[in-house]
């Protein structure tokens, strides 16, 4: 087996001669820039974006939270730094300081690439290779069996190994923001290139009992992102950061690796699935293996203290801390509240409790995380709104085009050739190619379009006229929205979940409906809804109240969760009736059915502060809705972990079985749903906070459960007493 997409994104400080002590060693490699790149002989290449920034997160993640020392963790950014021999020469530090029993990480994010070998064992005939700085001058890439040697050399000293590689190996592509059709990948082309070379095969890292993490597969892309604060980061690592943020220090490997691929699946990244290879032992160890202090929590130093109302720390969003978390120096007593973010990780904070004097250097540990994401749900519906003229003119134009067979009704039917949009004001159309052509301010003609239809692939030639909101529709949505607490209307150009489109039906009837940026009709894993139902002018306080569920289920799947530090032990997964097996997330096999389980995680619980919680399972279905499914509503059945897991002499169990054992079941059309387990400390009496309609008909639920969260962080400064999983899964007709 080789070493596949070893190749991860990071950010790295210039280093001389390097330093180890025993325990925990880090190795972190980040190649943002690439010597002679801006010379237009290799125009084809393209320096990164936001490697040095992941490299930079993980090197404080590991640092604050995972118990690594400064002194131990060595990072290369520069391209001075990252060259072949100094990656090498870093490498042998590495291995020469590297002690029995040693947890050490190895990170790199950056290019990587594909070499051709006819000779080589692999069928493909292919290396896997990380790029270095100065591959454009010197051709010489860093290749996955120079790369497994090394590594190996590290397992001879029988240390605990932990690699992520960030990058990609096929396919072309540039890097950008979190726009769908600008993703950046970490992939340069090779041509012409063909080492030649026979080599012995070897041993995985992986088969020797390292854990080897990938951000994709060997044929897959591995792309860049700009987060909400225009961060760069490379896809996984950003949901890698977001899983180690909420992940207990002692969690499995497996169990952080799920969380990962739900962040991945639901911001949407068309085919990137990460790679996770090691041992089932290996698996269920802790990421970084070992054990690591579980009262450690996370701690941040203090950079900057001459104003109290204007604290620098250096910790920020890297490590989950964001505007109203609290740290508190544990010997002084003095509590600061984080008041604002800045960098990839850094904050500012005033200090809000206790008057003695903090210095540079002093470290202040969180004792109260801010409890929920605020990030709203963002939708588009236009500028200012048309005229009844043009509405009239687009009308007419519908009708011609239906009584031809040339009209389609939705921008996401599979014939559609051609979409017709007014851009500003302008009216363009815009081929499936991606091609566009302009009409200008006039809406175009009949003529024109059946023209423009007749020269497209007959598989492919309808056309989808988008009606723009008219001024009143316009109007009563931009008063109606404003008032929404998870909903933001933002303008033309800016990042958007949602945008308005409106058509003309089968009966000429004006219709509006949402629709999911990059949405496709048969789509079927992305947690929300491609679009809602088509909704009437006179009924567009219906689209209003779709927003707002839109916004409740953006809430829950984005929600920004508080580290395990009290190390709650249970965990979710649906149980197969058939044979007992535990589905922790991904697919559902049509025709099984499937009941709700508990099963305990012991790596937490033996550092459990053994605090009962009571626990609430709901699901997010891709129609909008929600649905509680424990406890059930009305029911008597006790949903505290000590009544449901603890046995009659006080010990927990290992797993139960919650309920029907047939409860659920999967049958065409397959879709992606969510089932989240929240636990808290203190009861909810209210449950109709986990359920809601789907964005097809209308309903209430004014959820409250950021009040809930408040409430239920006002009650403990020590530990978050709160947590949220999220668990995806898809129909599938086969195991």
Sequence with gaps: ?????????????TICQISYSSGKKALLIGIDHYIDSDKERYAEWQD????????????NLLKSKYGFSTKDMTLLTTPKTTTKKSIVKAFNQLIKAADKGDQICIYYAGHGAQIQNSKFYELDKKHEAIVPSDVLKTNDFLLDVEINA???????????????????FSGSGTRGAIDLNSLQSRYVPISDIDIDQVYKKQKSAAERGALVVSAAKDYQLAKEYKDNRGQSHGVFTYALMKAMQMSAVNESAEDIFKR???IILYNAVPRQDPVIEGSEERMQKPLFGGVSDPTMGVQVGIVDAENKYKITLDGGSAVGIVP??????????VVVEVTALFGVNGCYGKVIQCDKKLTEGDLVKVTKWAPYNKNRLKVHFGEMGISDIEINALKELSILLNDKGLLEYAPYEEKVGLVVRKIKDKWKGFYSSSESVSFGHEVPSFEKLEKLSSKLDPSYNKIYIEVPPGTKVYQQLNGDLSGLPKVEPVKPLEKFDYRLIGRFNEKNELEYSWVRYAAQKEEKQNPLPAYTDWVAPHRIFTLTDYAGRLGELKGWLTMEVPPNSANFPFKFALKKNSNGDLVKSGGLVEGEEYGLALYKDKNLYN??????????IFLLTSDGSMKLLFPTTNSSVENNTEQIMKTANGDYKDEILIGHPDLLSVSEPFTTDNILILSTVTDITDTSIFNQDGVVTRGSGDLSLDELINEEEERSSKQSNWFLERHTFFGTKTQ
Excluded: P
């Design 1 to 13: 087996m080789k070493l596949k997409n070893y190749f991860l994104f990071f950010c790295l400080f």
């Design 48 to 59: 990164l974006d936001g490697a040095v920034n992941d490299a930079t997160v993980m090197y």
């Design 150 to 168: 090394l590594l190996n050399r590290i397992l001879d000293k029988d240390a605990e190994l932990t690699v992520i590689f960030d990058n990609c």
């Design 260 to 262: 990962v691929n739900s």
């Design 324 to 333: 109203g978390t609290q740290l508190t120096h544990e010997t002084k007593g």
């Design 607 to 616: 550092n459990w502060n053994m605090e009962d919680r009571y626990l609430f």
